[in-house]
T-cell receptor
Framework: ELKVEQNPLFLSMQEGKNYTIYCNYS?????LYWYRQDPGKSLESLFV?????AVKQEGRLMASLDTKARLSTLHITAAVHDLSATYFC??????????FGTGTRLKVLA | NAGVTQTPKFQVLKTGQSMTLQCAQD?????MSWYRQDPGMGLRLIHY???????DQGEVPNGYNVSRSTTEDFPLRLLSAAPSQTSVYFC??????????????FGSGTRLTVV
């Protein structure tokens, strides 16, 4: 059974700092997705990673996938307050059945 | 495009009542899923469908039924509501091209309270 773990669960960081969120999963998959959720809102797609070594960047966020290590990272560069949200990774188990991590709640302090 | 539409947005049920959460998408997506979101638990998959007439169970299917008679609609039925089903429910749809799935588009959610 596929398990997806994220860490940290909570992250409080100063504006301007860098940090990385980790997503580990338990079985083979080369399809991983990152989402953002603002409080009380739905989920918004951030990145789609579909192969080993895939790297995607958008603004201050960069996501990568290492399928051999079963690890994806979401790197935040020079954080700003607007990035405060909860970030989820999700892994496709191979049958279009997505399993989500528990999320990382990010708070960027001014 | 409306995307993924969920109704209702809010609902209060009494224990033992049944109801159907509606989900419709207008993007001709093959794949649809229902998730529930509880504090500290992330999103847990209830049921999913890979096409009209085809459904399967997710991580937490007990107490819920689904059907997929058309590509557009994927309703979730609560058979006999229990307080443990108090949650926010999200419906999502997705498509694939060349064997690759490009991620789910989520509806706005239904906040359900069972008293």
């Amino acid at each position: 059974e596929l398990k997806v773990e994220q860490n940290p669960l909570f992250l409080s960081m100063q504006e301007g700092k860098n940090y990385t969120i980790y997503c580990n999963y338990s079985t083979t998959s080369d399809r991983l997705y990152w989402y953002r959720q603002d409080p009380g809102k739905s989920l918004e797609s951030l990145f789609v990673l579909l192969s080993n070594g895939a790297v995607k960047q958008e603004g201050r966020l960069m996501a990568s996938l290492d399928t051999k290590a079963r690890l994806s990272t979401l790197h935040i560069t020079a954080a700003v307050h607007d990035l405060s949200a909860t970030y989820f990774c999700a892994v496709d188990s191979g049958t279009y059945k997505y399993i989500f991590g528990t999320g990382t709640r990010l708070k960027v302090l001014a | 495009n409306a995307g993924v539409t969920q109704t209702p947005k809010f609902q209060v049920l009494k224990t033992g009542q049944s109801m159907t959460l509606q989900c419709a998408q207008d993007m001709n997506h093959e794949y649809m899923s229902w998730y529930r979101q509880d504090p500290g638990m992330g999103l847990r998959l209830i049921h999913y469908s890979v096409g009209a007439g085809i459904t399967d169970q997710g991580e937490v299917p007990n107490g819920y039924n689904v059907s997929r008679s058309t590509t557009e609609d994927f309703p979730l039925r609560l058979l006999s509501a229990a307080p443990s089903q108090t949650s926010v429910y999200f419906c999502a749809s997705s498509y694939s091209r060349g064997g690759l799935n490009y991620g789910y588009t989520f509806g706005s959610g239904t906040r359900l309270t069972v008293v």
